[in-house]
């Protein structure tokens, strides 16, 4: 070789370019595979399945509900029912249960006598779970009306509690036999203390 020849010079940087552009890609890359895994596009086997939501709907005043009861031929019923339009944007359905509630008060020689009614703004299903469980919720209020201390069934406040605590009551059955409540409020057609 004579010093005409000379060796080819190293570009400098050369060497980190070699390095960055691989850890780029790279980069890029998984990225790019992150997002179509997370998308679902590919990977794991199968796709997720989406749950439909099985509990009963709210119903919009004026819509029909496929689970109420059909009117028999030549009665009223079964969706004849007219609907305001102002207040909520959904119906109300109540059930009024056949017979009253009679419990002791707790700590008490008191009586309370009740007949109550449970509504709803859901579907027709949560009033036939109402008739299907009436015994279990029978129970479930006769236990919370003997909870009641005698003072709360002379007080407003205390008998919107005890609505707040019957209302949890009947939920609570519901939930535990048929995996959701849906009862909004429950009021009371007599109230007789003795």
Do not use: C
């Amino acid at each position: 070789m004579s010093d005409k020849e000379e060796k080819p010079k190293k570009k400098k940087g050369g060497g980190m370019m070699k390095i960055l552009m691989p850890v780029g890609l790279l980069g890029v890359g998984g990225g790019g595979v992150f997002g179509l895994v997370a998308a679902g596009v590919i990977g794991g086997g199968g796709h997720a399945e989406v749950k439909e939501d099985k509990n009963p709907k709210l119903i919009r005043k004026g819509e029909v509900d496929p689970f109420a009861p059909v009117a028999k031929e030549g009665e009223e019923g079964g969706g004849a029912d007219t609907d305001g339009e102002g207040g909520s944007e959904f119906r109300t359905v109540y059930y009024n249960f056949p017979e009253d509630f009679t419990s002791n008060l707790r700590d008490s020689e008191g009586l309370l006598q009740v007949n109550i009614a449970a509504s709803t703004r859901r579907d027709y299903r949560v009033v036939l779970w109402m008739k299907k469980h009436e015994l279990a919720i029978r129970s479930a209020v006769l236990i919370a009306i003997a909870d009641t201390p005698e003072e709360d069934v002379y007080s407003p406040i205390g008998k919107d509690r005890l609505q707040k605590r019957l209302t949890a009551a009947i939920n609570k059955v519901l939930t535990d036999n048929e995996g959701f409540g849906g009862v909004d409020a429950v009021y009371f057609k007599s109230f007789i203390v003795q």
